[in-house]
Structure formats: C-alpha cells, structure tokens
C-alpha cells in the first residue's frame, strides 16, 4: 500500500486526537489521573487500530473487526490501572470509564462515524461536567482531603480542632499534631462533600486558624 495515508485518513486521527484531548483536558482541570495526553494517545491510538484493522483485511483478507476487537480488553487493561484503592476507599473509576468511552470515540473516528464521535464527545463532556458541577453542591460526591491546620494555641487548639471535625460530620483519619513555642500545626485526612468543605474553611478562618486543604486523590 505505496499511498495508504490520505486527507481522509488524517482527517479522522486529527479528529480522534482532538477529541481525545477535550476530554483529557476536563480530567485534567479537574486533577484526576488520566489527562489530555493520556486520552489523547488513547483515542487516537485506537483510530489508527481502527483503520489498520480495516486496511489490512481489505488488502490481504480476514476480518474486518478483527484488530479492532482487540482495543476493548487492552482499554480495560489501561482502566484498571487508573483505579487504586487507598484506606477502604476505591478511586479512579470515574476515570477508568471515561478512558473506556475515550477508546469508543477514538474507534468512531477512526471507522469515519465523524458526527457520532463528535456526539458522544460532547454527552461525555455534558455528564462529566454538568453532573460532577450538581454533585459538587448538592454535596452527593465526597472526595478525600488532607487537612492542615496552623494555629498559635496550644494542646487546647488540638482539642478543639478535632471535636469540631466530628461535629461537622467527618471522621478525621491519619490525625498528627505537632506543637512548637510558637505554633501548632494539626493535619488529618478525611472524605468531605463540597459543602463541608466550605463550612470547614469558614468555621477555622473565623476562629483566626489557617485551613490549607489539599486533595488526595
């Protein structure tokens, strides 16, 4: 095949790319594993797997789905390697489906379905974005934090700051606390909503205590 690469052909990888990368890149914002050059890669590579699989049957016979029937079980090998577990919670699951659909746009592109993958890109950026946003402030979604409290009180402070945890509704884990003459520090890890994530930062910045959170995962 002397001249396999045509403008059709290099349309549809610029495409899968592309499309790989929009939704990378809302992983990417939002911190989580896999981002745009993760499922950029993923996408692409599983349009040009697409159309080799295609382009080799034609030339010397077989399956057409052949090739192509093979990115599924490699996907699923890539998605299990973005899900960990960590301390009895599982993560990354989110992001392992959302590599498993990358993969089918990746493979619509690919086979020259254009506007079914440009679709399927845009309701996996809508479920992504619109439902994460609603999950955020209806406070469905808990996400683990690491707590780090800074304060000039003493052993007091440390008592306070842990039985205003419990009365928020969170279950401080990892607790450490570490007292100088001239502060206290107190870091805990602990799963939150969004909505106790604010009242938190709020309740210690009123009490002068400063709240850096960072996320864990």
């Known amino acids: 095949m002397p001249h396999d690469l045509t ?8 495409l899968a790319a592309v499309l790989g990368a929009a939704i990378g890149l809302e992983r990417e914002l939002r911190h989580k594993p ?10 692409f590579g599983a349009a040009l797997f697409t159309i080799i699989s295609y382009a080799m049957a034609s030339a010397y016979g077989g399956d057409h789905t052949r090739i192509a029937a ?13 899900v960990i577990r960590e301390k009895g919670a599982v993560l990354g699951i989110t992001s392992a489906a959302t590599i498993f659909v990358v993969a089918s746009i990746g493979m619509a592109a690919g086979a020259g379905m254009v ?13 992504l974005i619109c439902i994460g946003y609603v999950e955020d402030r209806v406070g ?9 409290l ?6 007091d402070f440390v008592g306070r700051a842990h039985q205003f945890a419990l009365e928020s509704g969170i279950e401080p884990r990892a607790w450490n606390a570490n007292s100088t003459e001239a502060e206290t520090v107190v870091e805990f890890e602990a799963d939150v909503t969004t909505p106790q ?8 910045t009123q009490l002068g205590i400063r709240c850096e959170l960072r996320p864990l995962h």
């Open 34 to 43: 896999s981002g745009v050059r993760t499922n950029l890669l993923i996408s």
């Open 115 to 127: 506007l079914t993958a440009v679709f399927t890109t845009f309701l996996c950026l809508g479920a």
């Open 7 to 14: 403008l059709s052909l290099v349309g549809r990888l610029v």
């Open 70 to 82: 093979q990115i599924i079980p490699g996907i699923g090998f890539i998605g299990a390697g973005v």
């Open 197 to 204: 994530e604010r009242q938190i930062l709020t309740r210690f």
């Open 140 to 148: 469905i979604h808990t996400h683990l934090m690491l707590f780090r």
């Open 150 to 155: 800074t304060s000039r009180g003493g052993q």
